[in-house]
């Protein structure tokens, strides 16, 4: 049977079945960007904060020395 049809086709067959995700895979995806997205905000709430303080010891240091 297998002889019958053409390379092509079984090789698009085979890519076509290995490029989709099992169920398994795809909850691993799922739990990988929800912990990207924590991490994103942990990030960018540090970086606001580190902002925020670096301004405020510039804002200090520039009216001491005035």
């Known amino acids: ?3 019958s049809l053409p390379v092509a086709f079984l090789m698009f067959n085979s ?3 290995y490029n989709c995700l099992t169920r398994r895979e795809s ?3 799922s739990i ?3 912990n ?4 994103r905000r942990a990030l960018y709430r540090y970086h606001t ?3 925020s303080r670096m301004a405020y010891i510039f ?3 520039f009216s ?3």
């Open 15 to 17: 890519t076509l079945t």
């Open 1 to 3: 049977m297998l002889g």
């Open 49 to 51: 904060i580190f902002t």
């Open 27 to 29: 909850m691993l995806v």
């Open 59 to 61: 804002t200090l240091f």
């Open 32 to 34: 990988h960007v929800r």
């Open 36 to 39: 990207m997205t924590v991490y």
């Open 64 to 66: 001491c020395t005035s």
